[in-house]
């Protein structure tokens, strides 16, 4: 079982810049692949950002070049850089675990809420 804890949701304006993290407890945190979602009201929920089981990263178009993951295997945190977000990336952003691949995920955090304006 895994446990996440999102935070570093904030408003901010367009073209500024903010993190969000993920803390993760719980399970061997190196065996699972994890990753950002996010859902606007009235929206389906999609993918963000995830990083593969081989190290590489997958972006949604809509936010590549702006939007960074990584994570700190020593701290169990997941981070998403947001660069230049837009009035569009306002969300809650999810953060989620599950074996390797990450598709629907089986663990998800509570969720933190970005507003852009």
Not at 107 to 116: A, C, K, N, S
Request: glycine share 12%; hydrophobic share 30%.
């Amino acid at each position: 079982h895994v446990q996440l804890v999102e935070s570093g949701g904030d408003s901010v304006q367009a073209g500024g810049s903010l993190t969000l993290s993920c803390s993760a407890s719980g399970h061997t945190y190196s065996s699972y692949c994890m990753g950002w979602f996010r859902q606007a009201p009235g929206k389906p929920r999609e993918g963000v950002a995830a990083l593969n089981a081989d190290g590489t990263t997958t972006y949604a178009d809509s936010v590549k070049g702006r939007f960074t993951i990584s994570k700190d295997n020593a701290k169990n945190t997941l981070y998403l850089q947001m660069n230049s977000p837009k009035p569009e990336d306002t969300a809650m952003y999810y953060c989620a675990a599950e074996l390797c691949p990450l598709v629907a995920g089986d663990y998800w955090g509570q969720g933190t809420q970005v507003t852009v304006s």
